[in-house]
């Protein structure tokens, strides 16, 4: 985490620090089909891309989030992580959060609360307010963690959340891994 994100020394040693770190491989990874994708063969730095199918959030019985406007962010080891324009959201149901992280490739991560009448799920969407300039497509748009929220789809497919609390990932029947996030992983 980075205590001032507009001193520009302190955000070159972080990213310098994570983009160094030795990053191990599981012995096993799950073998792949016609139409699947292996986590594996995703790049580091991260690929983003245009989502091929729509993507829908949903909590307390609302559709908070919909749209055929995604964009698909996949790096090694984890599940593709989609972020939705924020015109696509139902902006009546963020919540500010001051929580930040970091990310070596694509900066400063702010959260968002999302609130439905009494339900609240803390922490439940994040954003790149001033994303890195390779990732500039996604200023203004919000990711959301599938275990956070009550659903959330591609296309038809009701999709499983990442293992472990951190990573935001969207587990599909096409993606294989094994995934970042258990407990043994944090060299992946």
Not at 96 to 105: K, R
Not at 122 to 149: I, K, N, Q
Request: hydrophobic content about 35%; some cysteine.
């Amino acid at each position: 985490m980075v205590d001032d994100p507009a001193r520009p020394s302190d955000l070159a040693a972080a990213r310098e620090h994570f983009r160094n770190l030795r990053r191990g491989r599981p012995r096993r990874v799950e073998p792949v089909g016609p139409g699947e994708e292996s986590v594996w063969d995703y790049p580091r730095p991260p690929r983003l891309s245009r989502a091929t199918r729509s993507v829908r959030v949903e909590l307390a019985g609302r559709v908070v989030a919909r749209s055929d406007r995604a964009l698909r962010v996949a790096e090694t080891a984890s599940p593709p992580v989609y972020y939705v324009p924020r015109d696509d959201v139902d902006e009546s149901v963020l919540v500010a959060n001051e929580a930040e992280s970091f990310c070596e490739w694509k900066g400063l991560a702010r959260y968002h609360d999302l609130r439905v009448g009494e339900r609240v799920a803390e922490r439940a969407a994040w954003s790149y307010p001033t994303p890195d300039p390779e990732y500039a497509a996604l200023r203004d748009h919000l990711a959301f963690y599938p275990g956070r929220v009550d659903a959330c789809y591609l296309g038809d497919e009701r999709v499983r959340p990442q293992p472990g609390p951190f990573y935001g990932g969207w587990v599909t029947d096409e993606i294989k891994g094994p995934f970042k996030g258990e407990p043994g992983t944090e060299g992946w």
